[in-house]
């Protein structure tokens, strides 16, 4: 999906976390990305979040 929106993965990291109630082990990925072309931010958000809805993740974007 990231290809297909055409942005530039500037920094990615992983960590691993616990569940705030169970302790069950969380993966948390987190990603910096630029724009390539003219393709809006909400466009992208929109694409990505169907994206991880389809694949029961948590999603949360940060602007900035």
Known sequence: ??????????????KV???PLSGDPLFN?????ELEDASSVSDV?????KTAKKMDIDLQCING
Not at 45 to 49: G, N
Request: net charge negative.
């Open 1 to 14: 999906v990231l290809h297909q929106l055409n942005l530039n993965i500037q920094s990615l990291d992983t």
């Open 17 to 19: 976390t616990n569940a």
């Open 29 to 33: 990925l987190f990603i910096k990305a």
């Open 45 to 49: 958000k929109a694409e990505v979040e």
